[in-house]
């Protein structure tokens, strides 16, 4: 059974940093796309980053310069990182990890992000 586990959610100041995790265990594709989305309140789900098998990368214009999306992979699950830098008020939402291979897609529970002085 795939399960996905986001961590890292936090109050943070203007300016500041985060680090997001999401552990998908039990994900053994071999071919696979890691995304974060994020969606704040009133507002609908827009893609952060995305990243794939070998790497490749895709940012939200909003994001690019800003975060930094990265995988790990081990024996029993993938952990997708987002790196957020400089972060803004209009970074506040909730973010959600999302595991996709082929027909097969999965979501996290979501992790809250608030930027606020």
């Known amino acids: 059974q795939v399960q996905l586990a986001e961590s890292g959610g936090a109050v943070v100041q203007p300016g500041g940093s985060l680090r997001l995790s999401c552990a998908a265990s039990?994900?053994?594709?071999?071919?696979?796309?890691m995304r974060w989305y994020r969606q704040a309140p009133g507002k609908e789900r827009e893609l952060v980053a995305s990243?794939?098998?070998?790497?490749?990368?895709?940012?939200g214009d909003s994001v690019k310069g800003r975060f930094t999306i990265s995988r790990d992979r081990d024996n029993v699950k993938i952990t997708a990182y987002l790196q957020m830098n400089s972060l803004k008020p209009e970074d506040t939402a909730v973010y959600y990890c999302?595991?996709?291979?082929?027909?097969?897609?999965?979501w996290g529970q979501g992790t809250q992000v608030t930027v606020s002085s």
């Open positions: 999302n595991a996709e291979s082929g027909s097969f897609q999965y």
């Open positions: 039990g994900f053994t594709f071999t071919r696979y796309v």
């Open positions: 990243i794939a098998t070998f790497g490749g990368t895709v940012y």
